[in-house]
């Protein structure tokens, strides 16, 4: 008797054989644009409060898939949840973000402990054991991460500002006491990830948000070399581990991140160069991406065109459909529907 | 008798000559980082009365070329000063920024009066020939103006947003409204910059801080083609006038940039990646930058790292050695002179 193997069309793309019609799932996904979302919000306390119940973060999960039928579950977490278990407390602002006690001296840096509280991200792995039981086995969960950099910019300023100024000039100036705090965001992370790969997760993606605001030199230190231990950590326990790097703003920069990494695919945002990325990134790995987030919201031929655009450049090649960044709240849901029936019915 | 004629190294790097040392000066270079700019700042009233009044105006213009010997004035003004001339009257916040009445509906962009009030604009002429008349014969005079699409996402937000979604929104989904008010900058702008060059400018700067957020077909309609446009339309009257462009963000799409708008020189944000600019934009044109400006915040041995990194990167072709972006206020002076004292070193 012949084992049935179910294939899952995103798991597919990441291992090397392209779909006809691209896998698509949206950054952030799970969020304020739906108003199933917004009731189970308001039921919740805070923000982290969300993210710790398992039964309300894997609700807001499904929620999407149910809607939309994505090729890909997230589970609902927040890249400063390992802050968290660190000992450095985070809430958010409603409108705001989030806050922290700031971490920009040395010796903050030095005291900083080296082991997370893993007992403190049991809800999350226990939200995405929830999420594994009810998913279609056809549709891929995705478990992740803050990368390093982004992760410590938020830390070292307390909040998110305008270029994460703060952490670059503590970068430049304490080196070694930066290092410390990487190091330990490095160690932290490849914990976490494959902890929720135990608990299900197929697939995990490393945001790196503020990859962006760095110079080559220093994308290459605090970006790039600690992606690439991350990705070797994880590797060494879960050889077979799929890897998705989202360096935003990378540009130019990103054929040596996806070549130094060892990532699977990488995210690319909207802005994106499309002749760089056919010819030196989509060769080596797949490529995730890369709709303007502002065309969902404008909707009509626009978005036609735009969504036209993404295929056009990255179908090919293999692809996931996804936007270039997250989803705004502002989006109405029937521009979903209008982008998700362009993409399936696409002949490529 | 043969006329002793007096070469600019700022505009020698221009007309296609590398210096042995690379001409450098500072965007926001006239800024608060100077206890003199801060009080002159003061006196005046508001921020636009300061840009409005040529003796303060051609003051603070000249208060870092007293202090630092750079090789090229800035006029002190703003890259809004378009928009209030055309009627769209502007405020600075302190500490926030500038504020317009938002324009952001299509009836609003069929409103818009097709011709600026340019006697609005005469002080800006008058403290350009203040500067003129004051400045060493060695020191280029630059004037500038904003490209047409960041001027226009100011002008539909009313404000600086994140990434000037709303601009973005408008050009989506009203391309023929968003592209009159793209017309009447364009139009403006020559005029605006032709003005500067008569009232005694030697180079004009074109800065696009807003392209970044724009995807490939729309940086080509709304950044690359309007400043193509206002290049072809100042030389029209003015053949031989020297331009730079700075597309703030525009990473791998830089080289379609300087093969399209013509322009001399291209400004770079220190998040370049240099093998592309040295390949495929400073064989075409001269490269200004890129040095981040948090590096010069930071000072010690980083900022010597990031100032050889630039030289190293680009010193070999033609270089104007700036920063990626303003100088920001809480940069040490010192750390100005350490930068100057370095880059003059250079032996390349």
């Known amino acids: 008797m012949t084992q049935v193997r179910t294939t899952k069309p995103f798991i597919e793309v990441l291992s090397g054989r392209r779909q006809p019609v691209p896998p698509i799932w949206m950054m952030r996904q799970a969020g304020r644009y739906l108003p199933?979302?917004?009731?189970?919000?308001?039921?919740?306390?805070?923000?982290?409060?969300?993210?710790?119940?398992?039964?309300?973060?894997?609700?807001?999960?499904l929620q999407p898939i149910r809607r939309?039928?994505?090729?890909?579950?997230?589970?609902?977490?927040?890249?400063?949840?390992?802050?968290?278990a660190l000992g450095r407390e985070v809430h958010f602002e409603v409108g705001?973000?989030?806050?922290?006690?700031?971490?920009?001296?040395?010796?903050?840096a030095e005291a900083l402990g080296a082991r997370a509280d893993f007992?403190?991200?049991?809800?999350?792995?226990?939200?995405l054991r929830r999420v594994r039981r009810?998913?279609?086995?056809?549709?891929?969960?995705?478990?992740?991460?803050?990368?390093?950099?982004?992760?410590?910019t938020y830390m070292v300023a307390g909040q998110g500002t305008p270029d994460q100024a703060p952490a670059r000039i503590m970068a430049y100036r304490y080196p070694q006491a930066f290092t410390k705090i990487i190091d330990v965001l490095v160690e932290s992370s490849i914990q976490y990830l494959l902890g929720q790969l135990d608990a299900g997760a197929d697939v995990l993606q490393i945001f790196d948000t503020w990859a962006g605001v760095l110079p080559p030199r220093?994308?290459?230190?605090?970006?790039?070399?600690?992606?690439?231990?991350?990705?070797?950590?994880?590797?060494?326990?879960?050889p077979d581990a799929k890897i998705i790097g989202f360096p935003r703003g990378a540009g130019a920069l990103l054929p040596q991140y996806v070549e130094t990494t060892g990532v699977d695919a990488v995210s690319i945002d909207w802005a994106a160069e499309p002749s760089l990325i056919r010819d030196r990134v989509q060769t080596r790995v797949a490529v995730q991406g890369n709709l303007d987030p502002v065309a969902l919201i404008a909707g009509g031929?626009?978005?036609?065109?735009?969504?036209?655009?993404?295929?056009?450049?990255?179908?090919?090649?293999?692809?996931?459909?996804?936007?270039?960044?997250?989803i705004q709240p502002e989006t109405p849901i029937a521009h979903v529907?209008?982008?998700?029936?362009?993409v399936r019915a696409y002949q490529g």
């Open 36 to 61: 199933e979302y917004r009731e189970v919000r308001a039921k919740a306390g805070s923000f982290l409060d969300l993210c710790f119940t398992p039964e309300l973060a894997a609700e807001v999960t």
């Open 68 to 84: 939309f039928s994505f090729d890909a579950a997230i589970i609902f977490s927040d890249i400063l949840v390992i802050p968290h």
């Open 96 to 108: 705001e973000g989030p806050r922290l006690r700031p971490l920009d001296t040395p010796d903050q």
């Open 119 to 127: 007992g403190k991200l049991k809800p999350v792995y226990e939200a």
């Open 134 to 152: 009810e998913l279609d086995p056809k549709i891929a969960l995705i478990g992740f991460c803050g990368a390093p950099w982004t992760v410590a």
């Open 218 to 238: 220093e994308f290459m230190r605090w970006s790039i070399e600690p992606t690439r231990r991350i990705v070797e950590g994880v590797r060494k326990k879960a």
């Open 301 to 326: 031929a626009a978005l036609d065109q735009a969504i036209d655009d993404v295929l056009a450049n990255f179908g090919n090649g293999r692809l996931i459909f996804n936007l270039g960044h997250g």
């Open 337 to 342: 529907d209008q982008m998700l029936k362009r």
